[in-house]
């Protein structure tokens, strides 16, 4: 489970990233970004089409973007509330396939954390 410091719950946190926030765009994913004020952890906010009508179905969408995102919280930079719009077409794809495409939209939204040559030479 991700923890409460890395999720977004609050209406008024949402609204904000929706109205302020950068816009991306991949084949499944709609990411909206915010730059916060404290270098705290980044938190996520899911959000799944509602042309996904059985509820199992966007939970089980959820629940695999928040895996995704456990598995890349420490390669993204610190500070930013991270919305995630899901496409309906989201619910067919395979897990390898979500996380291509949001691995895709942390590079196009420049929140990778780069890595400099020393530590990929401390790292062999």
């Known amino acids: 489970m991700l ?45 799944p089409s509602r042309k996904i009508r059985k509820a199992v179905l966007r939970n089980k969408l959820k629940r695999r973007i928040r895996e995704i995102f ?23 794809a395979s897990f390898e396939e979500l996380k291509k495409d949001f691995e895709y939209l942390i590079k196009k939204s420049q929140l990778e954390i780069e890595t400099s040559s020393e530590d990929q030479l401390v790292g062999s």
């Open 70 to 92: 456990k598995q890349y919280r420490e390669k993204i930079k610190k500070g930013y509330d991270l919305v995630l719009n899901t496409r309906s077409e989201a619910i067919n």
């Open 3 to 47: 923890p409460d410091n890395n999720r977004i719950r609050n209406n008024t946190d949402f609204k904000k990233v929706y109205r302020y926030g950068d816009l991306f765009f991949s084949q499944y994913f709609v990411l909206h970004s915010l730059k916060r004020d404290d270098q705290k952890s980044t938190r996520l906010g899911i959000v």
